[in-house]
């Protein structure tokens, strides 16, 4: 009998539409020829306002890759509490929501009191790769080199006239110009922005307090580091891919460089020497260990090629998806085309599962 795999995407992210295309691309490699008599896809999506529909409408949604409109009402809290009567037939959940609420844990959680496997990392992998300061404090506890960085508070930019001031004298020092400034716990390049002068900084600051009580500074790693990024598979034994590099003419790879065709390319594999190459597999699976993740997780490095620094940017335990994604194609190029990789993704869930109980 095929596995019944519950598709979940969409979600309350500012992510939701990279999701039903992530969901499309998995749903496709979930049915490709070789899958068909292994799983049968059943799809739920998770309203912008946090409404799950079963496979009838979330049918629709991934075939027209147009999310449902949401209207302002406040959503009623006892439908909240609906799910799809679908929902208890699953036997694995495949989540391929990106963003807070989705990649975070949140929707981990509830797929372990609902003791059901499901694919990815579990509450801690999941909470801590979306937590920009939590995910540095970990990888620096475990000797992975970062940029300089410091935690900001929404209630340091927004509460007190005084303080704001001395906080940006101290971000100043500590960190220089340019400096990153980011919501802790988002993706996609969401409210980031690069700051160059104490007027951006001031502003930069401003505009993230608006997506996130928590907010991280970090020094720029280098002039203009190359991007490189290494997919990781597997649970407690991961094993890293070929390495992948984004090239783009933009000053940094902010949010419209990643979703405008034709924007960014992807080099895979990345034109670096054997032993780098190495060093970012090792620091990959280092990283992935690090926060207790599984399945699956995209780590992402700059790299100084006038000084041959490495540095560990971020990893991300639910990457962007769909087929011209950077984490399928870097399999493909490793050698495990897009079906099987799901297929892969499906067992280690059931494995993960059966390990916890
Ligand atoms: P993703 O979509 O991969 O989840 P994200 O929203 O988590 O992205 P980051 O990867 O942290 O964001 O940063 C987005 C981009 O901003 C980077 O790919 C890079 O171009 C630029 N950037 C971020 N931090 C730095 C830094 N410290 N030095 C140089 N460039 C940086
Ligand atoms: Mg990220
Ligand atoms: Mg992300
Ligand atoms: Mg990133």
Redesign the pocket.
């Given at each position: 009998n095929p596995l019944r795999i519950g598709l979940l995407f969409g979600g309350r992210s500012g992510e939701h539409e990279v999701s039903i295309r992530s969901a499309a691309a998995a749903a496709r490699a979930l049915q490709a020829d070789s899958n068909r008599d292994r799983h049968q896809v059943l799809p739920f999506y998770l309203q912008k306002d946090g409404l799950w529909q079963g496979p009838a409408v979330a049918q629709g949604v991934l075939e027209s890759g147009q999310p449902l409109p949401s209207d302002d009402r406040p959503v009623d809290r006892a439908a909240l509490w609906q799910f799809p009567p679908e929902a208890s037939t699953v036997d694995v959940w495949f989540p391929t929501l990106h963003g807070p609420n989705g990649e975070d844990g949140s929707v981990q959680g509830l797929l372990q009191l609902m003791q059901v496997p499901w694919v990815g990392s579990g509450v801690l992998g999941s909470a801590a790769g979306m937590d920009?300061i939590a995910m540095k404090m970990l990888f620096a506890q475990a000797g992975l080199p970062q940029?300089a960085y410091r935690l900001v508070t929404r209630s340091e930019v927004w509460s007190n006239p005084c303080v704001f001031p001395k906080l940006c004298d101290q971000l100043e020092a500590d960190l220089g110009y340019p400096c990153?400034v980011?919501p802790a716990n988002?993706?996609?390049?969401?409210g980031?922005a690069k700051a160059r002068s104490r007027a951006e900084l001031e502003a930069a600051l401003d505009s993230a307090a608006s997506f996130d009580r928590r907010i991280i500074v970090?020094?720029?790693?280098g002039g203009k580091?190359r991007?490189v990024e290494c997919a990781v598979l597997g649970n407690d034994q991961p094993i890293a891919s070929v390495i992948g590099e984004i090239t783009f003419e933009s000053e940094?790879?902010?949010y419209d460089t990643?979703y405008s065709d034709g924007a960014a390319d992807l080099v895979i594999p990345a034109a670096l020497p054997a032993p780098v190459v190495d060093r970012l597999q090792t620091m990959a699976k280092e990283a992935f260990l690090a926060l207790d993740c599984a399945g699956l997780a995209r780590v992402?490095f700059?790299y100084v090629e006038a000084t041959g620094e490495i540095f560990l940017?971020?990893i991300?335990t639910l990457p962007g998806f769909t087929a011209t994604s950077m984490y399928p194609q870097l399999w493909e190029a490793t050698g495990i085309p897009f079906p099987e990789l799901v297929h892969r993704l499906v067992t280690l869930a059931i494995e993960r599962h059966t390990v916890a109980q």
């Open positions: 920009k940029v990153f980011k988002l993706g996609s390049s969401v980031i970090e020094a720029a790693a580091p991007e940094f790879y902010d990643k992402d700059f940017n971020e991300n």
